[in-house]
């Protein structure tokens, strides 16, 4: 079973082209939120694997609450976890490791796979030739992982981490202040089709006037709605409007 959290399709697509090597399964945490579902069977032989992007050097809020919840029927013999990043994995890894062992369950391989950092306030989207190439090299990361996970390899094979102290005080400083869903606004070119509230993986978006609305002080900060929108009505303060948007497409993916 391959668990992933996903906002703008990177690590959707990496659990699937996993899922399709190896004959496993795939599960949404944000369905499963939005479901209310966190008991599974693991099947006799079935590994665990678990994707997630990298949000300020840690976890997604998200993917943090899913796991604390996270109830599994059996032990599984295999345990492996996927950072996406943009810059730096700093220490997802870390982070869901000592979430799972609460659950007496241990991480045995830790993999990352660079690909486009969606995090427009701070990072360029606008170069889309930049951005295939990121997402060709990315094919290759993710063929060495498929054979690491099809050996049961184990080790930590994650890249670009920063020190924990760190990590955890950047995490814990920044990362709620960034939630704030204060720092949206909504431009006039909306057209109020509803495609953001559709989106968001914990409904904090609501349609009021033919409007988006932010129903909650924090979200997970994922950039679904911005990115998904498609006037490009959605901004976080002033900082998106010349970065662009993005959406992970197999079909932008060229050989390198």
């Known amino acids: 079973m391959i668990i992933y959290f996903s906002a703008t399709g990177n690590s959707q697509y990496v659990a699937e082209r996993i899922a399709q090597a190896t004959n496993d399964r795939t599960v949404s945490i944000t369905s499963c939120m939005k479901n209310r579902q966190f008991q599974f069977e693991i099947y006799e032989d079935e590994f665990l694997g678990i994707i997630s992007p990298t949000y300020s050097w840690g976890l997604p809020e998200i993917v943090k609450e899913f796991l604390q919840k996270l109830n599994l029927n059996t032990k599984p013999s295999y345990i492996w976890f996927i950072a996406t990043y943009g810059t730096t994995t700093g220490q997802t890894g870390y982070f869901a490791n000592q979430i799972l062992q609460k659950h007496n369950f241990s991480i045995s391989a830790y993999f990352s796979v660079k690909m486009p950092d969606t995090w427009t306030p701070t990072f360029n989207l606008s170069n889309k030739e930049r951005i295939q190439k990121i997402n060709a090299k990315a094919e290759l990361q993710i063929d060495t992982i498929i054979d690491k996970i099809k050996n049961h390899t184990a080790g930590d094979y994650m890249q670009r981490k920063v020190p924990i102290p760190i990590a955890k005080l950047f995490y ?11 720092h949206f606004h909504v431009e006039d070119t909306c057209i109020g089709c509803g495609l953001c509230a559709k989106k968001c993986p914990i409904s904090a978006i609501d349609i009021v006037k033919q409007k988006p609305t932010w129903n909650k002080e924090q979200c997970v900060m994922c950039l679904s709605c911005l990115h998904h929108c498609p006037k490009f009505a959605i901004q976080y303060e ?11 497409s197999p079909l932008s993916i060229k050989s390198s």
Do not use: P
């Open 172 to 182: 814990n400083t920044e990362y709620d202040t960034m939630r704030k869903t204060n």
């Open 238 to 248: 002033n900082k998106t409007k010349k970065h662009g948007q993005y959406v992970h």
